[in-house]
């Protein structure tokens, strides 16, 4: 680390440790002020601080407050470098880290590469003028690489984001596609809150190898809505992934639209719990997960091995899942005036979906060195014969939890298939065609 | 101190040369041994890959390689009659069972620094087999081919085709050329040996190798020191 970049470190984390750990900001409190303007009638919605149905306040965001004041202290010897409230503290699991999610998915798996040679497209709503600055600053802490190059592209319209929520959900985004592949380019667009993404989705497919999008619709009582006109919008090129939504079951907030649209790869929630070593100890399904069966969509011939009667006669979702759960949270960075500088604990099928995208560049790059081609918008005609063929060498399958459907053996309606071991899937040998 | 410094790096250089060697004898690779029968030897499919676990608890997979094509475990004097030991377990790839002819892959969780297999074509005759060795990100650092030939009601007689490196590699890929045509690779893999340790042969050969060009060295330069 060079001497600016130390100097740098030290006075964030003595700001964090004189202010952060003294200030809890009420969760209830930042739910409603950060989504008030983002849940305009028949926007896009990001998909962070939705209180679980039926509780009073429970959102899946919250302050790195006092809880973790009194663990502060030294790293803990398995994780060299990371801070201190990182994956493991005295002995108990804290806010997981890139070091922790690198290794329960097992991104190193040979080929991979970090993702080298591709691009992850994350889209958001709402301008974020800071983003790459703080994507550097937590690539400083976290000891990860900055990514080769970073592109912002900016159709916001000129609505800032901060404060909205929206914010905090870029910095996610970001954060942690990164931390999965952090030798993969970035690509942010900033979509127009006004619009309804579709010359930004069709955008973000055109520039890229994995298209993240942690955001559903929803009409003006904030329940989700399916738009079969928005299809025309989506299967240009890349996978592109969308979050399930943190409402639970859909019978309680409608579907998850365009998660259960056939031409996405629809991502639900788990909550992951890791061994001292890093590794996954349990993982069970996010009762906050979005799930259930699309009101509109047929079901997609893809879906015929696995999960064929869970939904029939239509589309079920999600498809595949991965860490969200609130209180096994990831620690994102995010410093403007309304959040403050801080490390925040987030949760939701928003940080499952750009996890995933980050696993998915990296198993593009083991497939192009093996000589592959890259995957594509027809992922899930790859995904669900793979597990219908060798289920448990594929996926971690995913047997407990309950989000209103009750998790179980092979496919259900919290995390789909499970969640997809990346080693497997793009092996050289055994992998997916 | 000079002539040392030389003669270092040209130890260096020829210990890179015993980098990789191929060898058909089963007792150069002897320190554990993978037994396919763990898989029933019923003569059923498995799909691809299944996990396999050695004599000794190390521990890997195997498969056909492509994916999403099952092999079938079968047994010499059974459901095979070849040449492999009496009663062997063995990876049959199933080219003329309705599979696409592919070879077969053994990984390892660990790095491994020799494995071998016995080995038979399906069809009557000559064949040429070879095993290929994998880093551990899985890109090839050496192929070794040899012949044999296959015949039917023979025991005791196939081909061991192994390799080992004086660094650890973490897949092999056996497969066959022979008279199968289209139907070809179509063969098995009987028992699979493995070295978790450095193979002793192979630092004895560096050592001798190292000796032997110290004293041409000496020699060479004696006139000088």
Known sequence: MNVRKFWLLSLVVLLVCQFGFAQVIANKTIAKQSFAKAQATGKPTPLLAKPLPGTKARPVIWVTGQKWQKSVGPAPKNVPGEPSFCDYNNGHQAAICPKGLQTAYGTNFPGANGGAGMTIVVLDYFSYPGAYAQLQFFDVVMHLPDPPSFKSIDLSGGNDGTGTGWDLETMLDLEYSHAMAPNASIVYIQADPNGDGSYEEQLAQSLGDVVSNSWTFTDQNGVGVELPYWEANLGFGPPTLFAAGDGSAFPYEGPAYPCTSPQATCVGGTSLYLKPNLTRNIEEGWSGSGGGCSQVFAIPAWQGSVGSGVCAPYRAAPDIAAIADGNTPVAVWICNAYWGCYFYGVGGTSVATPVLSGLVADMDTARVIFGKGKLNHLMNYELYPAAAYNYNYYYYDVIYGFNGYNAGPQYDLITGIGVPSGKALASRFFGIP | ?225
């Not at chain 2, 390689?65 to 079968?74: C, E, P, V």
């Not at chain 2, 696409?100 to 080995?119: E, K, L």
């Not at chain 2, 199968?180 to 042969?201: L, R």
Request: proline content about 5%; glycine content about 14%; aromatic content about 14%.
């Open chain 2, 1 to 225: 101190m000079k002539k040392f410094a030389v003669l270092a790096v040209c130890l260096i250089v020829a210990g890179s040369a015993w980098a990789q060697v191929g060898t058909t004898n089963p007792n150069a690779i002897n320190q554990d041994y993978v037994d396919w029968c763990q898989y029933g030897c019923s003569g059923g499919a498995n799909a691809s890959p299944q996990a396999w676990t050695s004599n000794m608890g190390f521990t890997g997979t195997v498969g056909l390689n492509g994916g999403f094509q099952d092999f079938y475990n079968l047994q010499q004097g059974g459901s095979w009659d070849g040449n492999f030991p009496s009663g062997m377990g063995l990876i049959y790839n199933g080219s003329i069972l309705g599979n696409t002819p592919s070879s077969i892959v053994a990984s390892f969780d660990t790095g491994v620094y020799a494995a071998g297999a016995y080995i038979q074509d399906d069809w009557v005759g000559p064949f040429t087999a070879s095993i290929t060795l994998y880093d551990q990100s899985y890109n090839p650092i050496a192929t070794f081919s040899f012949n044999g030939n296959s015949t039917r009601s023979d025991p005791g007689h196939a081909l061991f085709i192994g390799g080992y490196d004086t660094v650890p590699f973490w897949a092999v890929e056996f497969s066959v050329a022979g008279a199968g045509g289209v139907f070809e690779p179509d063969f098995s893999i009987g028992q699979m040996n493995i070295n978790e340790a450095p193979e002793p042969g192979t630092l004895v050969l560096f050592g001798s190798s190292a000796l032997g060009l110290a004293g041409y060295l000496r020699r060479r330069f004696q006139g000088v020191l």
